[in-house]
């Protein structure tokens, strides 16, 4: 999946001497699940319809299916997010969006908040290192929306 974010991103932008800004704040699991919101407020889930739909930037519908517009669009390699707001809290959508590897290391799922731990590798573009995926701000977003879900 790195392949994919990095031809997203590729700007051939030269490697940078500052040191990345750590922008991850930390979090807690407890169980599956991060019961706190990453911002400490809840997300805006009209935000969060639109984020999971843009392709080039949250990638969700490469993998997913759902509710969404578009159907033809939308990818067969993960479950279909249907009424994922049932059977799933706000907490446990928060952890699997943030980090999927912590409950299958074999996912494919990319880890959206968490930096590239390969930082010196100069085929991720400036803007993109030492930087989560998504930010917590987004990451809200989608759970909001992800809750509103229901079968
Ligand atoms: C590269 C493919 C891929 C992308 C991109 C992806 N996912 Fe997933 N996702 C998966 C797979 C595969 C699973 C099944 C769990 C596993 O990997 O073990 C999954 C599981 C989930 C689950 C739990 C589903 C369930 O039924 O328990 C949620 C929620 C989810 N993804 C949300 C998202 C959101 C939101 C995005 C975008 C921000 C996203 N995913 C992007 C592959 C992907």
Sequence with gaps: ???????????????????PVQRVKPY??????????????AGNATRGAELIQQRHKSLCVLCHSGPFPDRHLQG????DLTGIGERLSAG????RIVDMKRLNPDSIMPTYYGIATNSKDSRIADG???????T???IEDLVAYLQTLRP
């Design 1 to 19: 999946m790195r392949w994919l974010v990095w031809a997203l991103c590729a700007s051939a932008s030269v490697a940078s001497a500052t040191p």
């Design 28 to 41: 807690a699991v407890v169980g599956d699940a991060i019961e706190q919101s990453l911002t400490g407020q």
């Design 76 to 79: 067969t390699l993960a479950p």
């Design 92 to 95: 446990q959508l928060r952890l």
């Design 128 to 134: 993109w290192r030492g930087k989560p995926v998504l």
């Design 136 to 138: 917590a701000e987004e």
